[in-house]
């Protein structure tokens, strides 16, 4: 199995920026796509960003050009960098990883615990 890690989230002001990193507890070269999703208060989780075969990115239109998704699979980690964050109020941000650990492996569809970032003057 796999286990993801997120971390990074943090009370920042409207503007600030953050990188959320998400650690995965062995390789996930062979996931793909990965991906981070939000889920606010009262409200239903949302794709933030997605990344398939390393290089094809998706962002929800509310995030294009202030975030950026990568991966580096050397450290099995998937990052979120946000600039210019907006005063949303709290929101969790979950990591995600699709894919098998071997050839005959089942897919697996893993998902982080989550990390708070609260955008908030």
């Known amino acids: 199995q796999v286990q993801l890690v997120e971390s990074g989230g943090d009370l920042v002001q409207p503007g600030g920026s953050l990188r959320l990193s998400c650690a995965a507890s062995?390789?996930?070269?062979?996931?793909?796509?990965v991906g981070w999703y939000r889920q606010a208060p009262g409200k239903e989780r949302e794709l933030v960003a997605s990344?398939?075969?390393?290089?094809?990115?998706n962002y929800a239109d509310s995030v294009k050009g202030r975030f950026t998704i990568s991966r580096d699979n050397a450290e099995n980690t998937v990052y979120l960098q946000m600039h210019s964050l907006k005063p949303d109020g709290p929101a969790v941000y979950f990591c995600?990883?699709?894919?098998?650990?071997?050839?005959?492996?089942?897919?697996?569809?893993?998902w982080g615990q989550g990390t708070l970032v609260t955008v908030s003057s």
């Open positions: 995600h990883a699709w894919g098998r650990l071997c050839i005959e492996c089942p897919n697996l569809d893993v």
């Open positions: 062995r390789s996930i070269r062979s996931f793909d796509p």
């Open positions: 990344l398939s075969n390393n290089v094809i990115t």
